[in-house]
């Protein structure tokens, strides 16, 4: 069965700090995996995604994460935060045999303090 | 502007009553989904459809139905047997190859049993 795991309900940082969310799959075969942001009472953004290539991914707002295929991991990442990246962030697994289905992770909260 | 629109943005919904949350896009997207989010459990997926008049059940499809008449459309009701309604409800949309392009989500629908 297909499935991510993001261990972290929380993270805290301070502004212009590092930042990592993480997330960890289960799949057979190749991943296709995906990061989002969801900001209170909104739908879902898409930030990036990984397919095959570089296993480092950037994407939007300076966002960028790391493909580790031995670790099977896919932990999002940012040199410097912002306040404004305070909000909700999902990984999310293709399903291997419907790729119309995705499996999400339960979602990690980042507050970035000023 | 291209997007989802979901409405209404807060319904209520009294014991018994079954209720129809709207979701349109003008994405030219062919697939389309409904997804439900509760705190500290990530997205599950309710019912997803690729083409007009098809529609397939996804992980947890009991007391939901759709309907898909039009391209842009797809409603869905929650009926009197959902036993457990409130919830935050996300509808998305994607071409027919989303492990290359993603979703697009729209902004949701807080639905609460009173």
């Known amino acids: 069965a297909q499935s991510v795991a993001q261990p972290e309900d929380q993270v805290n940082v301070a502004e212009g700090n590092p930042l990592t969310v993480k997330c960890t799959y289960s799949v057979s075969g190749n991943p296709y995996l995906f990061w989002y942001v969801q900001y209170p009472n909104r739908g879902l953004q898409f930030l990036l995604k990984y397919i095959t290539g570089d296993n480092l991914v950037k994407g939007s707002y300076g966002f960028e994460a790391e493909f580790n295929k031995s670790q099977t991991s896919f932990h999002l990442k940012k040199p410097s935060a912002l306040v404004s990246d305070s909000a909700l962030y999902f990984c999310?697994?293709?399903?291997?045999?419907?790729?119309?289905?995705?499996?999400f992770g339960s979602g990690t909260k980042l507050n970035v303090k000023p | 502007d291209g997007g989802i629109t979901q409405s209404p943005k807060y319904l209520f919904r009294k014991e018994g009553q079954n209720v129809t949350l709207s979701c349109e896009q003008n994405?030219?997207?062919?697939?389309m989904y409904w997804y439900r989010q509760d705190p500290g459990q990530g997205l599950r997926l309710i019912y997803y459809?690729?083409?007009?008049?098809?529609?397939q059940k996804g992980d947890i499809a009991e007391g939901y139905s759709v309907s898909r008449e039009k391209k842009e459309s797809f409603p869905l009701t929650v009926t009197s047997a959902q036993k457990n309604p409130t919830a935050f409800y996300l509808c998305?949309?994607?071409?027919?190859?989303?492990?290359?392009?993603?979703?697009?989500f729209g902004s949701g629908t807080r639905l609460t049993v009173v």
């Open positions: 998305a949309s994607s071409i027919v190859s989303p492990i290359l392009y993603g979703y697009t």
């Open positions: 999310a697994v293709r399903d291997m045999r419907n790729f119309n289905k995705f499996y």
């Open positions: 994405l030219n997207h062919d697939a």
């Open positions: 459809s690729q083409i007009v008049n098809d529609f």
